[in-house]
C-alpha cells in the first residue's frame, strides 16, 4: 500500500500514512521510499529507522441505541481489527456495566450483542478492548492468563440504553379499583419515583401513581371514576412515554377494560370446578359446577327464586347435585309438583 510523499528539502520529505487499517490489520510495517516506481536504495539495516507501527483505532457505532433488555447486535467501524485477537465490549455507565465478547467481521468491522442491562436505562459509554491469553506451565499446571488493551476511538462516541415494557398482568378490572396491575419491562429507574400509570378513554384520562418494584417490574393500582369503559393503558416517566413492546415491534397500544362491578360479573369470572356462594334473600344458595356459569345461570336462579312457594322448594331446586343448564327445568319440575 502506497501513500503521498512531499518533498520539502533536499534532505527532507514528508509522507502521509494511507488508510492502511480499512483492509490490513495493526502492525508493524516496513517503509519504502519509491521515485519514478523504483525504491530508492536506504541504509535501513544500518539505523533500524525504517519501520512504521500502525494501532487499531474505532470512530463510529451502529446502532447508537438499544432497548436495555439486551439482544441487539451492535457493530463497531473501526480500522486495524486483527484476525489473530480477541475483542471484548464493555458498555459502562458509572458503577455499572456489562461486558460482550466481539466478533471480528473485517479488519474495519466487528459485532457485539449486547447482554442484557440490568439497570436504570441511561447513556452509556462503550470501550473496546483487544484482548490477548497466553498459556504456560507453571509447577507441572497450564495456566491461561490475559492481558487487555484499549482500543482507542476518534472522539466521543454516545450510545443509549432504552427502557420499554412488555406485560401487564391483567387487562381488565372494576371501576371502584382495588386491582395491582404488574407492568413487566426492562430498564425501569428503582430510584425514580415519576413514573404514572395512565388510563386515556375518549372523553377521559386518568393517572395512577406506580411504584418501581425492580429494574423489571413496576405495580400500579388501578381506579377509573368514570363510567365503565375500555380505556388505553400508557406508562409514562414524568411527561416521558416509556414504550409498549409486541415482540420486536414498539410503540405498540396496551389496553385495559375497566367494568362495573356487580353479581353478574362475579359470576362471569368465576372458574370452572371452583363452589361459588352467594346471600340472596338471606338464604344461602351454593353451586357446585364443572361448567362456566353466565348471564343465563343468573337469571334462571332468579326465576326460580321468584316462582318459589314456599322458599324452601327453591333451596332444594337450588341443591341440585350437577349441571346449572339442569337448573332450568328442575326448578320448574320441583314447583309443578
Known amino acids: 500500500m502506497t501513500g503521498s510523499a512531499t518533498v520539502l528539502s533536499s534532505v527532507l520529505v514528508q509522507c502521509i500514512t494511507p488508510y492502511w487499517g480499512s483492509t490490513n490489520p495493526s502492525g508493524i510495517v516496513q517503509v519504502d521510499l519509491a521515485s519514478m516506481d523504483r525504491i530508492l536504495p536506504n541504509d535501513c539495516e544500518i539505523s533500524e529507522s525504517c519501520e512504521f507501527t500502525f494501532f487499531s483505532s474505532w470512530m463510529q457505532v451502529q446502532p447508537k441505541s438499544a432497548d436495555a433488555k439486551g439482544g441487539d447486535n451492535i457493530t463497531i467501524m473501526g480500522f486495524g481489527f486483527e484476525a489473530s485477537a480477541s475483542y471484548r465490549c464493555r458498555f459502562e455507565a458509572g458503577e455499572n456495566g456489562v461486558n460482550a465478547t466481539g466478533i471480528l467481521i473485517s479488519s474495519s468491522e466487528l459485532v457485539c450483542t449486547l447482554p442484557s442491562w440490568r439497570f436504570a436505562a441511561s447513556s452509556a459509554d462503550i470501550l473496546l478492548y483487544q484482548v490477548h491469553t497466553h498459556t504456560m506451565l507453571v509447577n507441572s499446571v497450564n495456566t491461561t492468563t490475559e492481558a487487555s488493551f484499549l482500543i482507542p476511538s476518534e472522539g466521543t462516541v454516545g450510545f443509549i440504553l432504552l427502557s420499554g415494557w412488555t406485560s401487564h398482568n391483567q387487562s381488565t378490572g372494576a371501576s371502584k379499583g382495588g386491582d395491582i396491575i404488574l407492568i413487566g419491562g426492562f430498564g ?150
Not at 321 to 326: D, K, L
Request: contains cysteine; positive net charge.
Open 188 to 337: 425501569f429507574d428503582v430510584t425514580s419515583t415519576d413514573y404514572t400509570c395512565n388510563f386515556d378513554a375518549k372523553h377521559a384520562r386518568f393517572s395512577s401513581p406506580a411504584t418501581v418494584l425492580s429494574d423489571v417490574h413496576i405495580a400500579c393500582p388501578s381506579r377509573w371514576p368514570y363510567a365503565a369503559e375500555t380505556t388505553v393503558l400508557r406508562l409514562d416517566k414524568g411527561t416521558v412515554r416509556v414504550p409498549y413492546h409486541i415482540g420486536r415491534d414498539r410503540n405498540e397500544t396496551a389496553f385495559f377494560e375497566y367494568f362495573k362491578a356487580g353479581i353478574a360479573q362475579v359470576l362471569l369470572r368465576y372458574r370452572p370446578a371452583v363452589a361459588l356462594s352467594f346471600r340472596l334473600m338471606d338464604t344461602d344458595l351454593r353451586l357446585e359446577e364443572t361448567i362456566r356459569v353466565d348471564f343465563l345461570a343468573v337469571l334462571t336462579l332468579l326465576i326460580c327464586w321468584s316462582r318459589a312457594r314456599p322458599l324452601r322448594r327453591l333451596f332444594s331446586c337450588a341443591r341440585l347435585p350437577t349441571g346449572v343448564h339442569r337448573l332450568w327445568g328442575r326448578c320448574f319440575a320441583c314447583h309443578a309438583t
